[in-house]
Structure formats: C-alpha cells, structure tokens
C-alpha cells in the first residue's frame, strides 16, 4: 500500500516520544529526523525527551515539528541531548557518610510526567543500557520501540549499529596520519582507539590503514610478540610500525587497563591506558623509539558519513514502520543486510565481540598483520 493511501497508522497511536540514551554517535540526528518526518506524516505527535531518561525524570519534554528536524541529517551529536547516567530504576540522589552515592527508583515519577504528556510510545535511540532502562515502562504499559547505537558495534543481535561507520573512518584518517610521522622520525607509533570490550573499530580501521600490529580484546597478545615484529620491521629496512590497538586489549596472563571507575554510571568502567602502557614497554625492550596517541572521543563527534546517514535513516523509518504496524517493545536491527526486529531487551547484558575467525581477521593475517598471538599462517612476519 502506498503511503499516499495509507495516512492513518494501523495502531491507533496518536502521540510518542523519542529519547537518545548513553553516550553520543554520529547518526542520532538522522535517527530523529527520520522518526519525526515519518511520524507527522501520519499525523502522529512527536515530543522530543531531552537528555534521555532524565528529560523524563525532570519533565523536559518538548514538541518536536518539521521544521525542528530540517536539515539536521548533516549535524553530529543530538539536538535532544543524552546522558549515560539517568537510569530511572537506579538514579543517584546524593552520596552516604561514606560518600557511596546514593541510588533511587524514580520510575514512577517518569510515568507521570508520561501520562501528563500523554505519550502512547517512546522511541528509544541507544545501547544496551539504554534498552535495559526501557523495560520498566515497556512492563507498565508504554511500547517502546529501540534503535540501536554506539560506535563500538557490539550491539547483540544486529549486524551493525549506525555511527560505527563514521568511527571507522576516523580512526583510519588518524592511523593514515600517523603513517608519515612514523617513516620521518623512524617511531613505533601506537594509536589507541575505542571499542570496550569489542574489536571491531579497531579491526577495521586497523585493516583499512594497513597497520602491522592489530590489537583487539578478543586475541590478548604477546607483548614479546609485538615488540618482536617492530624489530623485525627495523631489521628489514622498514624503520616504522604502525600499532592499532584497542582501548580494552589485555597482554596475555595481564588485565585490561583501568583509566577510573565512575560509581554514579550504570557501565562505571572507563577503559584507557593501554596505548602508553605499551608504547612505553615497546621503546624499553627494543629501544625503538615509540610513541602513542589516544584518539578517544573524537571517534564520537564530527558529521556522520554517507554510509551512516543512509543506516540511520532506514533505522528511524523501520521504527515507525514497527510502531504503526502494531508491534510492541522491539528493537530494530540489521541481519543478513536485511533489516529486521527482536525483544527490546534481548540486547541486554550482551556484547557482541569479533570472533577470533572472523573472515577479516583471516584476511589481515593473510597480508602478514600481526595481532600479538601465533595465529594464522603469518607468525606475526610483517609486510608492508
């Protein structure tokens, strides 16, 4: 059916929010205009809900118009904010005698600012955590529909989350960059980038850049091994090396490094450290030169790419396509290259992590990129 024939939507919902949780990714504005344009063409009212859950929490709600969504394909960021810290089920309210924080359930008060607006559903742009805090609301009677997010692509159940892409591409201009310094000054370069738990910015912008050494949490690795192959490098004529290394890859028999722990956030671990740390032991044992760069948050910020824009948008317009069709608590996901649906929580306390024979890292390993270990056909014998 034609959308010229089909205006009003078959599940009766006249009014829904939408939300972006957790932390921000290039494509959220997509997202939104994409659920705003589908919506008000179906005569459905959309309220944006800032900053998360704690627009709910403190009743910031406001209507959201075409005119409101124009043109914000091309921005980076949120035009409703988000926050990773207002789970509604656990939300600190102030800190104990021994200055532990203190958590409070406020989902009832997010119900009533709910019901004052009137709102049917809610559209729920994020990660796990974000789907996770959803669950309240969905069991108390409000649909909520998720769109997954978050630049790491560690979403369970969906091939690929919108803002990896952009990631990627930042990470891989970086590495590029680092390539010529490296050659000048004959250096090690380590450049440490995002990912949690999951490889996969780290695999991809690691395979695109050609770097020699690929270090992702899924392989820990032998430091011996890596320095190994810098050396190698330098006894061939090579006199640089490139590291793309994962913010949560672990030296075998080592653990993760730690940057700090934040006890107010429902994911309070903030990984970071590992690229001096091995800067540092690399240039100790092998008396090579070596530095190292953090790209940290610039992977999140900037214009999303083509790639990013067009998932999004087809994630946005999936959403509404569920909400008007009846389906209730689902998340839009992308399987096969087909996009598709599952339980809105199915995500939860989930990560979906590289496999170790991915056909990518088969690939790398095929052209001789070391990832620390003795696998695959390459020993870790570089060429670049």
């Known amino acids: 059916m034609s959308r010229a024939t089909d205006r009003v939507p078959t599940s009766g919902v006249k009014r829904i929010g939408v939300l972006t949780g957790g932390g921000d990714?290039?494509?959220?504005?997509?997202?939104?205009?994409?659920?705003?344009?589908?919506?008000?063409?179906?005569?459905?009212?959309?309220?944006?809900?800032?900053?998360?859950?704690?627009g709910l929490i403190e009743d910031r709600v406001r209507p959201l118009t075409n005119d409101l969504v124009s043109n914000i394909l091309i921005q980076g960021g949120t035009i409703l904010g988000s926050s990773n810290k207002?789970?509604?089920?656990?939300?600190?309210?102030?800190?104990?005698?021994e200055g532990k924080p203190i958590f409070k359930d406020l989902t009832d008060v997010c119900m009533t600012h709910i019901e004052?607006?009137?709102?049917?559903?809610?559209?729920?742009?994020?990660?796990?955590?974000?789907?996770?805090?959803?669950?309240?609301?969905?069991?108390?009677?409000?649909?909520?529909?998720?769109?997954?997010?978050?630049?790491?692509?560690?979403?369970?159940g969906s091939d690929i989350t919108f803002g990896f892409q952009t990631a990627v591409g930042v990470a891989t201009e970086a590495l590029d960059r680092v390539h010529t310094t490296a050659a000048s000054h004959h250096r090690v370069m380590v450049v440490e980038v995002m990912g949690r738990n999951a490889g996969w910015i780290a695999l991809h912008a690691g395979v695109?850049?050609?770097?020699?050494?690929?270090?992702?949490?899924?392989?820990?690795?032998?430091?011996?091994?890596?320095?190994?192959?810098?050396?190698?490098?330098?006894?061939?004529?090579?006199?640089?090396s490139i590291i793309c290394c994962s913010e949560g890859a672990v030296p075998r028999g080592g653990e993760q490094i730690i940057e700090r722990i934040d006890p107010t956030s429902p994911d309070p671990i903030r990984l970071g450290g590992i690229g001096k740390w091995l800067s540092n032991q690399i240039e100790d044992r092998t008396e090579i030169e070596s530095r190292y760069v953090v790209l940290g948050h610039v992977q999140r910020g900037g214009t999303p790419c083509a790639g990013d824009r067009v998932l999004a948008t087809l994630f946005g317009h999936h959403a509404m396509k569920l909400l008007r069709m009846g389906k209730r608590n689902r998340l839009v996901v992308m399987q096969g290259g087909e996009l598709t649906d599952v339980e809105i929580t199915a995500a939860a306390?989930?990560?979906?992590?590289?496999?170790?024979?991915?056909?990518?890292?088969?690939?790398?390993?095929?052209?001789?990129?070391?990832?620390?270990?003795?696998?695959?056909?390459?020993?870790c014998i570089p060429a670049r």
């Open 25 to 54: 990714c290039p494509g959220l504005n997509a997202v939104i205009r994409a659920v705003v344009k589908d919506a008000i063409y179906f005569g459905i009212e959309v309220f944006g809900i800032e900053d998360g859950f704690l």
């Open 208 to 240: 695109a850049s050609g770097s020699d050494v690929i270090l992702i949490p899924e392989i820990p690795f032998d430091l011996d091994m890596v320095c190994q192959t810098c050396i190698a490098r330098s006894q061939r004529g090579k006199r640089f």
């Open 116 to 156: 004052i607006h009137g709102l049917e559903a809610i559209v729920c742009i994020g990660g796990d955590g974000t789907m996770s805090a959803a669950k309240p609301f969905a069991d108390r009677g409000i649909n909520c529909i998720g769109v997954p997010k978050t630049i790491d692509n560690d979403l369970w």
């Open 349 to 379: 306390d989930k990560q979906r992590l590289v496999p170790v024979d991915h056909p990518l890292i088969q690939a790398a390993r095929g052209v001789s990129t070391c990832f620390g270990d003795s696998g695959g056909d390459s020993m």
């Open 86 to 97: 207002a789970n509604p089920q656990a939300y600190p309210v102030g800190v104990d005698s």
